[in-house]
C-alpha cells in the first residue's frame, strides 16, 4: 500500500505488558508492529519488561524485571508496582507521544498502568478471549473508568472481542493479527519432510496445544498409510515427551526444534497436512494464519478461533476438539483425496494474504488516525489536573 | 465526638473527591463523542465529494452518474434528521460501484476507487469509535449518583443516528 507513504510521520508508543525475551504471540506481535512502523518512516518506541540484558532493538526501553504469576492457565511474566509506575510516567513524559497504543491493558501489567498515567489518543488492543469468570465482576468496576480512557478499542479477533463485551462491555473494532505473508509464500519443498507427514509447530509440551491428540489418533491413521510420520517445530524437550510416547509410535516422530523463518516456509510447503489440534485457550491462532499463508492444506480443532480464521471450514478442514477418531477420519479422508487437498490449500493461501502485515499494519494505523483527531499529544494526566494548574506545576 | 468528626470530613472530602472523578469521566466521554462525530462527519462530507467525482468519471454510466449525483447532494444537504436516509442511500450507490470496480483498468479511475475503498473502512471504524463513546455516555450517565447530581450539566444526551448501521453492512 502506497498510500502509507504519504501520510504524517507520528511519534507511537508501543506498550508490551508481557517479559520481552519469553516468546510469545503478543511479544511477536508488538515487534513486527514495531518494524512495520519504523519502516514506514514513524517514531517507534516500545516499553516492555525486560528479564536479562541480552541485546535489544533500538526502539525498546525496558521498564524493569518481570514477575511471574499465573495468570489465564499459563505462566504470564508481567511487571506492576509504584516503580515501575514511576518508570511508565517518564517513559510517556519523556516520549512526546502522538498515540500510545496499549496491549492487553485489561491485565495487571505496565499497559493498565500506562492507561492509568496517561492522557490523549490511546488505543489498546486485547489478544486474550476467556470464559466468563466470577472474577471479573469483581474487579470491573476498578478497570471500567480506566479502560474507558482508551479512545479506541482493537480485540484481534472475534472471540477477544465477545470476551470485551461480556467482561467490560465495552465494544471493539476487530484487526486481525498481522504475518509476513510474503515471506512464507516462496518455501521450497524438502525432501526430507515430504511425503506423507504431518506438521505441527509449536511449544509442544503445553497440554493445551494438544499433540498428544495426534499421538493417539496416530494408530488408525496408520492403518491405512502405513508410512506416515510427524513432524515437530518448536522450543522444547524432545527427549523426555518421547519417553511418553508408546514405544511402537516413537520412530514416527521426528522433533526439528526451533526453526528459522526460511524453515518455516519450506517446512509449511513440504508437508501433506498442517495439523493444529490446539484444545482451547486461542484467542486468533497465528500459526494457522502462516501455515495457510506457507501453502499447507490445514487440519484444525474446531475451537472458536480457529473455526472462524479458517472461515467455519472453508479454508481448511476442522475436526472436533478433543475427538481423536474425528482427526483420524479427517486426516485420513484429505490424505486419501489430493485433489480435495489441493483446493483447499489454495483457498486458503488466497485467504491468508488477509492477514498481511500490509493490510493488517494499514488498518491498524488508521485506528491510530482516527483516535488522534481533535485530541492533541500523549500527556500525563496528573499535569491537567485542575489543583497541579493551581498550584503552577 | 472528635473522632467522628473527623471521620465525617474525611468521608466528605472523598465523597467530593468521588464526584469530580466522575465529572472528569463523563466530561472526557463528552468531549469524545463531539471529536468523534465531526471525525465521522467529515469523513462523510468527503465520501460525498468523491461520489460526485466518481459520477463525473468515465466509470459510471449515465444512469449511475445521475445516481451518484443525487443521493451525494442530498446527503451533503440533508437535515441531521433526513441525513439518514440520504446516507444510506449513498452508500448503496456506491456499494454498486464498488462491485464492478474489479473490472475497471483506467488509471485515475482505479485511484478513484482506491480512495473509496480506504475511506470506506475508515467511516467503518469511525461509526464503531462514535457508537461506542455515544453508549458509553449513555451508560455512565444514567447512573444514579450523576443524575442526582447533575454532573453532565446542560450537555445534551448523545443519541445514535440511525444511518449508522447500513454504511457498515455495505462497506465490508
Known amino acids: 500500500m502506497t498510500s502509507l507513504l504519504f501520510k504524517e510521520k507520528k511519534r507511537i508508543g508501543l506498550v508490551c505488558p508481557y517479559g520481552w525475551d519469553t516468546p510469545g504471540g503478543v511479544q511477536a506481535h508488538i515487534a513486527d508492529l514495531a518494524e512495520y512502523l519504523i519502516s514506514q518512516g514513524h517514531y517507534v518506541s516500545v516499553l516492555a519488561p525486560t528479564l536479562g540484558d541480552s541485546e535489544f532493538p533500538d526502539y525498546l526501553v525496558s521498564a524493569g524485571k518481570p514477575i511471574s504469576i499465573p495468570y489465564n492457565g499459563a505462566v504470564a511474566r508481567i ?42 489518543p490511546m488505543v489498546g488492543t486485547f489478544h486474550a478471549s476467556a470464559k466468563k469468570q466470577k472474577a471479573i465482576f469483581a474487579i470491573g468496576p476498578i478497570l471500567e ?74 494408530p488408525e491413521i496408520i492403518r ?12 522444547g524437550d524432545s527427549k523426555t515427551y518421547l519417553e511418553n510416547i508408546p514405544s511402537v509410535l516413537r520412530g514416527r516422530f521426528e522433533f526439528l526444534g526451533r526453526i528459522s523463518e526460511e524453515e518455516k516456509a519450506d517446512f509449511l510447503q513440504s508437508i501433506s497436512l498442517y495439523i493444529a489440534p490446539n484444545t482451547g485457550g486461542e484467542s486468533f491462532g497465528i500459526i494457522l494464519a502462516e501455515a495457510l499463508a506457507g501453502g499447507a492444506a490445514v487440519v484444525a480443532s474446531d475451537i472458536p478461533a480457529f473455526a472462524s480464521l479458517l472461515g467455519g471450514g472453508e479454508y481448511g478442514t476442522l475436526f472436533e476438539s478433543e475427538n481423536a477418531v474425528s482427526l483420524a ?51 500525563l494526566a496528573s499535569d491537567n489536573r485542575s489543583w497541579s494548574r493551581f498550584i503552577g506545576k | 465526638m472528635k473522632t467522628s468528626l473527623f471521620l465525617a470530613i474525611l ?47 468515465e466509470i459510471s454510466d449515465p444512469a449511475s452518474a ?94 445514535i443516528h440511525e444511518f449508522e448501521a447500513p454504511i457498515e453492512a455495505e462497506s465490508n
Open chain 2, 66 to 159: 445521475l445516481l451518484l449525483t443525487f443521493a451525494a447532494h442530498q446527503a451533503r444537504d440533508a437535515s441531521i434528521k433526513d441525513r439518514s436516509q440520504a446516507e444510506s442511500s449513498l452508500s448503496g450507490a456506491l456499494g454498486i460501484l464498488l462491485d464492478i470496480s474489479e473490472s475497471v483498468d483506467e488509471v485515475i479511475a482505479r485511484e478513484l476507487l482506491d480512495e473509496l475503498r480506504t475511506l470506506n473502512e475508515k467511516i467503518t471504524v469511525a461509526i464503531a469509535l462514535h457508537v461506542e463513546s455515544v453508549t458509553r455516555t449513555q451508560l455512565i450517565r444514567s447512573q444514579f449518583v450523576i443524575r442526582v447530581f447533575r454532573l453532565a450539566g446542560r450537555a445534551p444526551l448523545p443519541v
Open chain 2, 11 to 57: 468521608a466528605l472530602l472523598f465523597f467530593a473527591w468521588y464526584l469530580s472523578f466522575l465529572a472528569t469521566r463523563l466530561d472526557r466521554l463528552h468531549h469524545r463523542v463531539e471529536t468523534s462525530w465531526a471525525n465521522l462527519d467529515a469523513l462523510l462530507q468527503r465520501r460525498a465529494a468523491i461520489a460526485i467525482e466518481i459520477a463525473r468519471s
Open chain 1, 224 to 235: 491405512e498409510f502405513p508410512k506416515i510420520r510427524v513432524l515437530v517445530a518448536g522450543p
Open chain 1, 79 to 120: 511487571l506492576f508496582g509504584p516503580i515501575a509506575f514511576a518508570r511508565v510516567r517518564q517513559w510517556i513524559s519523556q516520549g512526546d507521544f502522538d498515540v500510545l497504543h496499549l496491549h492487553e491493558p485489561a491485565i495487571p501489567s505496565i499497559s493498565l498502568l500506562a492507561c492509568v498515567a496517561a492522557e490523549g
Open chain 1, 329 to 379: 477420519r479427517t486426516i485420513n479422508s484429505l490424505l486419501a483425496d489430493n485433489k480435495a487437498r489441493d483446493a483447499i490449500r489454495i483457498k486458503g493461501k488466497a485467504h491468508a494474504q488477509n492477514f498481511d502485515w500490509d493490510l493488517v499494519a494499514e488498518r491498524i494505523y488508521d485506528v491510530y488516525e482516527m483516535s488522534m483527531v481533535g485530541l492533541g499529544k500523549v500527556t
Open chain 1, 145 to 218: 473508568p480506566v479502560i474507558e480512557k482508551l479512545t479506541a478499542r482493537i480485540a484481534v479477533s472475534e472471540a477477544a472481542r465477545s470476551t470485551l463485551t461480556e467482561h467490560l462491555e465495552t465494544d471493539a473494532v476487530v484487526v486481525p493479527n498481522g504475518i509476513y505473508a510474503k515471506r512464507l509464500a516462496n518455501g521450497n519443498v524438502n525432501s526430507a519432510w515430504a511425503g506423507d507427514t504431518l506438521g505441527f509447530i509449536g511449544r509442544f509440551e503445553e497440554p493445551r496445544k494438544g499433540l498428544s491428540l495426534i499421538i493417539e489418533a496416530l
